[in-house]
Nanobody
Framework: QVQLVESGGGLVQAGGSLRLSCAASGRTFSSYATGWFRQAPGKEREFVAAITWSGRNTYYADSVKGRFTISRDNAKNTVSLQMNSLKPEDTAVYYC????????????????????WGQGTQVTVSS
């Protein structure tokens, strides 16, 4: 079993930065991919970024590419999402998710591929 706790959300002006962190418990956390998703009011949960267990491969949604950076520290059981040049359309609840099996690259963008989820952290970007 893996438990995930997100932190770092808040209110920021457009153009600003935030760093989200996901702290995990459970010995299998570092064995599989971890992703960040977000959900805005009235919208479906959407993929933001993912990172493989080794940290060697990262994946990003086109909407955040070049602005967001995902990283992980397996020794500390944490995954982070550095968000720069934030836009009002980035406003959403951000969720950390961990897989329980190996994922193909095509699978990392699907919420269905992840077995464990955090409770979410609100990010609000004002214009």
């Amino acid at each position: 079993q893996v438990q995930l706790v997100e932190s770092g959300g808040g209110l920021v002006q457009a153009g600003g930065s935030l760093r989200l962190s996901c702290a995990a418990s459970g010995r299998t956390f570092s064995s599989y991919a971890t992703g960040w998703f977000r959900q805005a009011p009235g919208k479906e949960r959407e993929f933001v970024a993912a990172i493989t267990w080794s940290g060697r491969n990262t994946y990003y949604a086109d909407s955040v590419k070049g602005r967001f950076t995902i990283s992980r520290d397996n020794a500390k059981n944490t995954v982070s999402l550095q968000m720069n040049s934030l836009k009002p359309e980035d406003t959403a609840v951000y969720y950390c998710a961990a897989a329980s099996t190996a994922l193909r690259p095509s699978q990392v963008v699907s919420p269905l591929a992840y077995a464990y989820w955090g409770q979410g952290t609100q990010v609000t970007v004002s214009s």
